[in-house]
């Protein structure tokens, strides 16, 4: 079954290495803001969920290894050596300043060398093209030793150009090195220009699968992809490993994106705040497969995952807490091995600690139940059973609930609260309007109180409400007849993505506005910003500027 990845509590701390990594580059002025952004996902997952590893003791000699061969993602890769525990995250802001162990590329660690070093980093990468060869190295080594220890190597499709990666590659299946596992970010952009264009890499799948390497392709900002594939790579018997993750240079700060002039530049420093807005804004988009005519569930998840939908909203009712019943844990069971979106279970039952691991059992990722169903004690009790199956613990609140007081001493415990903006029980139902002041004092309470968790809004959600709810607060937006009931599924998740692209331009360019650097965000942000110039009223703005 593999490990299980506390869904929401990844991709926050994925989150927050960004966000640390674009701070440490823009006071820096310099660094590569590019591949710290394509890699975040493959490295959070491999140190937040996968590897054996151990920040106190660096030298563990069970530990894994990760070769980050790609030297140049090192404040990306710096970021998640801090957010793991290995120094503390503050010292990034010395990054690349003189005296700092933090330089523009990873130095191998020793105790000697503790000075121009952080604990955690196996090799020192700079010239590239050779992390593979040493990972070869170690896997032998480790293997003629009889231990278990495993290897990650993370490589680039540009670094791909090195003859080097190649005799590696040959070596390692020659060796049969089953315990090694590269890992290529491939986000197609090298330098100052388009891989493809530079020195073609593709067809990139049967290249590796030539050289007599198990090949597993996969979205690399997906971190259940990422996971999956992880488990897989664990239980190839006498061949390395490639997965080969499609990522995209830039990924989370929209005019980085894909532009290869972001590979090594960094941002002005006076940005840096809309750049954290940004990254701390990213949204979910969770269909909700009760709505809408045909029951076929397995056909709705189908849908959504080709529509691009981040989630799949599963909602649970017992026919008691709601005048409704839908269907129960066994149902859930079925659907498991359609896809690997993260499901998100909001259980509607009443007494639902003595139903918890039937849910546990159906790998829900996200479950929530209702404050209305359960006591302090009942509610411990069902977070610490997810939380040590590795789910994430939610709850809901109907429309007349408030945020309970026993809640608040278990916040750290939360992933999510789903604040419902219908009365439960069916779809296809109209947004309580009141429900959006409640979203933003929810909101502004919970943070308060040191909340890091998501924001849910569940209930009426559509391309007309939307805006509001994000400007409320909420981050996950399940969404059941504005998708299955639109007729088309794609066009509606778009749409509904749209919506949160204008919220979130329309508060980033009211924060320009505030800290006074507003013609030169438009001028950076221009491209982003021309689909979106008529809605938030900017055309002849945009088209002013020289
Ligand atoms: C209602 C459910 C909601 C509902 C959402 O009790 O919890 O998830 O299915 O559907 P829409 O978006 O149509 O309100
Ligand atoms: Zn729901």
């Given at each position: 079954?593999?490990?299980?990845?506390?869904?929401?509590?990844?991709k926050?701390?994925?989150?927050?290495?960004?966000?640390?990594?674009?701070?440490?580059?823009?006071?820096?002025?310099?660094?590569?803001?590019?591949?710290?952004?394509?890699?975040?996902?493959?490295?959070?997952?491999?140190?937040?969920?996968?590897?054996?590893?151990?920040p106190?003791?660096?030298d563990w000699?069970?530990?894994?290894?990760?070769i980050?061969?790609?030297?140049?993602s090192?404040?990306?890769f710096?970021?998640?050596?801090?957010i793991?525990?290995?120094?503390?995250?503050?010292?990034?802001?010395?990054?690349?300043?003189?005296?700092?162990?933090?330089?523009?590329?990873?130095?191998?660690?020793?105790?000697?060398?503790?000075?121009?070093?952080?604990?955690?980093?196996?090799?020192?990468?700079?010239?590239e093209?050779?992390?593979l060869?040493?990972?070869?190295?170690?896997?032998?080594a480790?293997?003629?030793?009889?231990?278990?220890?495993?290897?990650y190597t993370?490589?680039?499709?540009?670094?791909?150009?090195?003859?080097?990666?190649?005799e590696?590659?040959?070596?390692?299946?020659?060796?049969?090195?089953?315990?090694?596992?590269?890992?290529?970010?491939?986000?197609?952009?090298?330098?100052?220009?388009?891989t493809?264009?530079?020195?073609?890499?593709?067809?990139?799948?049967?290249?590796?699968?030539?050289?007599?390497?198990?090949?597993?392709?996969?979205?690399?900002?997906?971190?259940?992809q990422?996971?999956d594939?992880?488990?897989?790579?664990?239980?190839?018997?006498?061949?390395?490993?490639?997965?080969?993750?499609?990522?995209?240079?830039?990924?989370g700060?929209?005019?980085?994106?894909?532009?290869?002039?972001?590979?090594?530049?960094?941002?002005?420093?006076?940005?840096?705040?809309?750049?954290l807005?940004?990254?701390?804004?990213?949204?979910?988009?969770?269909?909700?497969?009760?709505?809408?005519?045909?029951?076929?569930?397995?056909?709705?998840?189908?849908?959504?995952?080709?529509?691009?939908?981040?989630?799949?909203?599963?909602d649970?009712?017992?026919?008691?807490?709601?005048p409704?019943?839908?269907?129960?844990?066994?149902?859930?069971?079925?659907?498991?091995?359609?896809?690997?979106?993260p499901?998100?279970?909001?259980?509607?039952?009443?007494?639902?600690?003595?139903?918890?691991?039937?849910?546990?059992?159906?790998?829900?990722?996200?479950?929530?139940?209702h404050?209305?169903?359960?006591?302090?004690s009942?509610?411990?009790?069902?977070?610490?059973?997810?939380?040590?199956?590795?789910?994430?613990?939610?709850?809901?609140?109907?429309?007349?609930t408030?945020?309970?007081?026993?809640?608040?001493?278990?916040l750290?415990?939360?992933?999510?609260v789903?604040?419902?903006?219908?009365?439960?029980?069916?779809?296809?139902?109209?947004?309580?309007?009141?429900?959006?002041?409640?979203?933003?004092?929810?909101?502004q309470?919970?943070?308060?109180?040191?909340?890091?968790?998501?924001?849910?809004?569940?209930?009426?959600?559509?391309?007309?409400m939307?805006?509001a709810?994000?400007?409320a607060?909420?981050?996950?937006?399940?969404a059941?007849?504005?998708?299955?009931?639109?007729?088309?599924?794609h066009?509606?998740?778009?749409q509904?993505?749209?919506?949160?692209?204008?919220?979130?331009?329309?508060?980033?360019?009211?924060?320009?506005?505030?800290?006074?650097i507003?013609?030169?965000?438009?001028?950076?942000?221009?491209?982003?910003?021309?689909?979106?110039?008529?809605?938030?009223?900017?055309?002849?703005?945009?088209?002013?500027?020289?």
């Amino acid at each position: 079954m593999g490990f299980r990845m506390r869904y929401l509590d990844l991709k926050r701390k994925i989150c927050s290495v960004r966000m640390l990594a674009i701070q440490g580059i823009a006071e820096a002025g310099s660094g590569h803001p590019g591949a710290s952004f394509s890699a975040a996902e493959l490295m959070g997952v491999l140190y937040f969920r996968k590897m054996n590893h151990s920040p106190t003791k660096p030298d563990w000699s069970e530990r894994d290894y990760f070769i980050n061969s790609k030297g140049h993602s090192a404040p990306g890769f710096f970021a998640t050596l801090a957010i793991a525990g290995y120094f503390p995250p503050t010292e990034m802001k010395t990054l690349r300043k003189l005296g700092s162990r933090l330089q523009g590329h990873p130095v191998r660690y020793t105790q000697k060398e503790n000075r121009q070093s952080v604990p955690g980093t196996e090799f020192s990468g700079g010239s590239e093209g050779i992390g593979l060869s040493v990972s070869i190295g170690i896997a032998l080594a480790n293997r003629l030793d009889g231990k278990k220890n495993r290897v990650y190597t993370l490589i680039g499709d540009g670094e791909s150009n090195e003859g080097q990666i190649w005799e590696a590659a040959m070596a390692a299946a020659k060796f049969k090195l089953h315990n090694l596992v590269a890992i290529l970010d491939r986000n197609r952009i090298q330098q100052d220009g388009f891989t493809e264009d530079i020195m073609p890499l593709d067809p990139t799948r049967d290249k590796w699968s030539a050289f007599n390497w198990n090949v597993i392709e996969i979205g690399g900002h997906n971190v259940e992809q990422i996971i999956d594939a992880l488990n897989k790579a664990s239980e190839a018997k006498d061949s390395p490993t490639i997965i080969i993750a499609n990522t995209v240079k830039g990924n989370g700060i929209k005019h980085m994106t894909n532009n290869p002039q972001w590979h090594g530049k960094a941002p002005p420093r006076e940005h840096t705040p809309l750049l954290l807005e940004e990254l701390r804004s990213e949204c979910l988009i969770a269909p909700s497969i009760i709505a809408g005519q045909q029951e076929n569930y397995e056909e709705k998840i189908r849908s959504a995952e080709r529509g691009g939908a981040d989630i799949i909203h599963l909602d649970i009712m017992d026919g008691r807490f709601v005048p409704n019943t839908t269907f129960y844990s066994d149902t859930i069971k079925q659907l498991r091995h359609i896809t690997t979106l993260p499901f998100d279970a909001h259980l509607m039952i009443e007494n639902p600690l003595a139903h918890i691991q039937d849910y546990i059992d159906a790998r829900c990722d996200i479950v929530s139940v209702h404050a209305e169903t359960c006591s302090e004690s009942e509610f411990a009790q069902i977070t610490h059973r997810l939380l040590s199956n590795g789910i994430s613990p939610g709850i809901a609140l109907n429309p007349s609930t408030d945020v309970p007081n026993w809640l608040f001493p278990h916040l750290q415990d939360v992933d999510v609260v789903l604040i419902m903006s219908v009365n439960p029980g069916f779809a296809g139902q109209k947004f309580i309007p009141e429900v959006l002041s409640k979203i933003r004092l929810i909101n502004q309470k919970l943070r308060e109180h040191g909340f890091l968790g998501y924001i849910e809004a569940d209930g009426g959600i559509d391309a007309t409400m939307l805006q509001a709810v994000y400007e409320a607060g909420a981050r996950i937006f399940v969404a059941g007849n504005a998708v299955y009931g639109s007729g088309d599924i794609h066009g509606a998740i778009i749409q509904l993505r749209y919506k949160v692209n204008v919220a979130l331009e329309r508060k980033l360019l009211e924060q320009a506005n505030t800290i006074g650097i507003r013609h030169d965000w438009l001028k950076t942000r221009k491209h982003i910003l021309i689909p979106l110039a008529n809605e938030l009223g900017i055309e002849e703005e945009l088209h002013a500027l020289k």
